[in-house]
């Protein structure tokens, strides 16, 4: 089930819930004053279920904005907000530090990234145009604009990502992929990311240097077996 449809569930039960008991209540009232239950009963019960149903989706709306723990119940192993960070190699060899955030809500999954070299300078950045997360497949598929810097213009592109989960039930914590340019050639680009915060870091100050310290090693392996 997804998380819009559990969402919407979440908010029938409650507001057929509140209606029963209330319907419980109102219904032996009126009869003590022998009005006519039917009609007051359909109309209390159509008028209130509206209500209670606009006003519990608003309520809900809000407390996912800033409640973390309840959008992850409820988003479950569909789960991705937060910050990722990955490496990948460019055609020449040298290795780039990709920052994503992932930016999730119940109908949308929105993603801006950025790609650093080894001395923190930004070099591009990318910004999702439409989003699909395939539960059953375990894929994220997103397709993205990007802007080079130093480049001639914008490029589009596409990302392909396993989302990896430790368990069946459990939310994916690293993505292992591609993503290809589909403007100069549609040349992939293998990237792994791993999330290190559920929360948005900040690119180049706290999670670029994170992704330092996550990928050194591997860069270095890179770039020897590039030069044998």
């Known amino acids: 089930m997804t998380p819009l449809k559990k969402y919407h569930l979440c908010i029938t039960i409650v507001t057929v819930s509140i209606m029963a008991i209330v319907l419980t209540n109102l219904i032996p009232w009126l009869e003590r004053r022998q009005l006519s239950t039917p009609w007051l009963g359909l109309i209390v019960g159509a008028v209130g279920s509206t209500a209670i149903y606009t006003g519990f989706a608003k309520i809900l709306s809000g407390l996912l904005e800033s409640n973390r723990l309840l959008k992850k119940l409820l988003f479950g192993k569909d789960d991705l907000q937060g910050t990722w960070i990955g490496m990948y190699q460019r055609a020449d060899g040298c290795s780039v530090y990709s920052v ?6 119940l109908e949308t ?25 395939e539960s059953k497949d ?7 604009t990007c802007d080079r810097y130093g480049g001639p213009e914008q490029f589009q592109g596409v990302c392909v990502f396993s989302l990896e989960r430790p368990s069946s039930s459990s ?9 290809a340019d589909l403007t100069h050639g549609a040349r992939k680009t293998e990237n792994r990311e791993v ?3 559920d929360d948005f870091l900040d690119m180049k100050k706290v999670a670029f240097q994170k992704a330092l310290e996550q990928f050194e090693t591997h860069a270095d392996e890179a770039v020897s077996a590039g030069s044998e």
């Open 100 to 105: 994503e955030h992932f930016e999730q809500s």
């Open 109 to 133: 999954l929105n993603i801006k990234g950025k790609g650093f070299t080894e001395t923190g300078e930004t070099i591009n950045d990318w910004t999702s145009t439409a989003s699909a997360i």
């Open 138 to 144: 375990k894929k994220l598929i997103y397709t993205y």
């Open 171 to 179: 939310r994916p914590m690293v993505i292992h992929g591609y993503s």
């Open 195 to 197: 999330r290190i915060d």
